[in-house]
């Protein structure tokens, strides 16, 4: 039975009358199976126009934001093999330091952050720009700053701004795409992180020739010229990022009561407020644990790689100059096969066989690292392996965890939870590959295998945990008489209310 729902209205909405009104809903819950194509009421040629339109407008910045934020983030890695550590005089944990007192704060503030962005009381392209404009400033005074101490103070301020970036920008994405549609976005958005990680490499190897002009060394311009990146591209991001769906303006009305028509039937009612949430409940979903898990042991081998690639490159016996270089192609193939994968992944509709395959991957680039296998072509080789095997994960699991929750709160807390939480691995990976131990690192490969084949246990662990719900569900429906979505694990039964995270099938 058709009704009539009605969606909040932005403010301009409010103030001319407009309304989006009459949207075709099919009961409170997601749809049965096979509405999730015929959902789009005006024909598959304005859906696909609508994506096309909606990919633009968030995808190119949000990435965009991602790939500068990880330059500021990662390239002290770069600045490490021009001298940073001499010049300031920094002790022999120094650097490990300047790594995990960035991850602190960026871990802590995430989900507060995320939290006060759903509520949208300041609006994504005003929270999120400004932001980056801070962290800009803050990341090109590093490259100013005449002490140990004041690096560190630096990288404490930039893990704070940072927090609001990738858990915000992840909820806002997952707030315009359908379930199957997830994947794909999520990985053209961190591929911009990687694409990063490579030009960092490349933007390091060039401005390595800037070194003494105005009497600054090449440390410092590495810092300083990616810090003002930032700053531009933060205040580009103020007149681009675009609301919450409900107050896009950038859509025709039309537009935007398809959009909201298709969310609708792909998710059923969500909350959108924080009222009447079960934060005991939520906080301890086992879901978002697990997968959080699972995201934690695959950042262990990129956070490994991010911060620490140069200096292994390094200790196997290129120069400097050359090791930035060759970082770059590791990352090239990590964005190749995460794009290809994370397509895989929604075409097939299947999560966790690529998921495996990329943990296996970088258990066996990990157990090569550890062994010190001969010649060094080999580790090269393997650096490869721990890079796209990890990072092929993230849009995967990011995805995977948002498909199986309902509500804007539950999405926002879960999305921090996965990317705060998960990125402790970061924690690890700073203590882990301790100088002195240097060129074999045996307590950082060896951790590296240990945490990889902790991740691929939770793994099972979750995939079996899914299953048997979705056995549990099917047969409850099937004895009461009520139906089961038939389809794929895409499609949901029917809810009872916007907030239950039970009587549904969950997505494999």
């Not at 898990?293 to 200790?315: R, V």
Request: charged share 15%.
């Amino acid at each position: 039975m058709v009704a009539a729902t009605v969606y909040p209205l932005a403010d301009s909405e409010k103030a001319t009358g407009a309304s989006v009104t009459n949207i075709p809903d099919t009961d409170s819950g997601p749809s049965q199976h096979g509405c999730a194509e015929d959902s789009d009421a005006e024909g598959s040629a304005a859906a696909r126009r609508l994506l096309l339109k909606c990919d633009l407008r968030l995808i190119p910045i949000l990435g965009t934001l991602y790939l500068v934020s990880f330059l500021d983030r990662s390239n002290i890695a770069n600045a490490r093999l021009f001298g940073l550590e001499k010049s300031l005089q920094m002790p022999p944990t120094g650097f490990n330091n300047c790594l995990w007192v960035f991850y602190l704060p960026f871990v802590v503030v995430e989900i507060p952050s995320n939290l006060f962005m759903s509520l949208n009381k300041i609006k994504p392209n005003q929270y999120l720009a400004s932001a980056m404009l801070i962290l800009g400033v803050v990341a090109m005074c590093q490259g100013l700053t005449r002490s140990y101490g004041g690096l560190l103070a630096c990288r404490f301020i930039m893990g704070i701004m940072e927090a609001a970036l990738p858990p915000g920008a992840a909820l806002l994405i997952g707030q315009y795409y359908r379930r199957r549609e997830y994947y794909i976005r999520f990985s053209y958005f961190f591929c911009f992180a990687l694409l990063g990680s490579a030009f960092s490499g490349l933007f390091a190897y060039a401005l390595e020739h800037m070194n003494g002009i105005q009497g600054y060394e090449a440390w410092r311009w590495v810092f300083i010229i990616e810090g003002l990146l930032t700053v531009a591209f933060g205040i580009l991001a103020w007149f681009i990022i675009p609301a919450f769906p409900q107050e896009a303006t950038f859509l025709t009305e039309s537009e935007r009561a398809l959009l909201l028509t298709r969310l609708q039937r792909d998710r059923g009612s969500e909350k959108l407020d924080f009222k009447g949430v079960n934060w005991f409940r939520l906080l301890l979903d086992w879901r978002i644990w697990i997968f959080t898990l699972i995201f934690f042991c695959a950042d262990m081998g990129a956070a490994s790689i991010s911060s620490f690639t140069p200096t292994i490159l390094k200790e196997l016996g290129w120069t400097a100059s050359r090791a930035q270089v060759m970082s770059i192609p590791i990352w090239m193939v990590a964005i190749a096969i995460t794009l290809t994968t994370s397509y895989a992944s929604g075409k097939l509709d299947r999560r966790w066989p690529f998921v495996l395959g990329g943990a296996l991957s970088a258990l066996v680039g990990w157990c090569l690292q550890y062994k010190q296998v001969q010649p060094p072509a080999v580790r090269y080789f393997a650096l490869y392996l721990i890079a796209f095997g990890s990072v092929m994960q993230f849009p995967i699991l990011l995805g995977w965890l948002s498909s199986n929750l309902r509500g804007r709160t539950q999405q926002a807390v879960a999305s921090a939870v996965q990317l705060g939480v998960g990125n402790c691995a970061n924690f690890v990976a700073a203590n882990v590959f301790i100088t002195l131990e240097r060129p074999k690192y045996p307590t950082g490969f060896a951790t590296g295998v240990a945490v990889t084949a902790l991740g691929v246990a939770a793994l099972g662990m979750a995939t079996l945990g899914l299953t048997w719900h979705n056995r549990v569900f099917d047969r409850k429906h099937h004895d009461d008489g009520t139906g089961v979505a038939e389809g794929g694990d895409d499609e949901m039964g029917v809810a009872d209310s916007r907030q239950d995270q039970v009587n549904y099938r969950y997505v494999l």
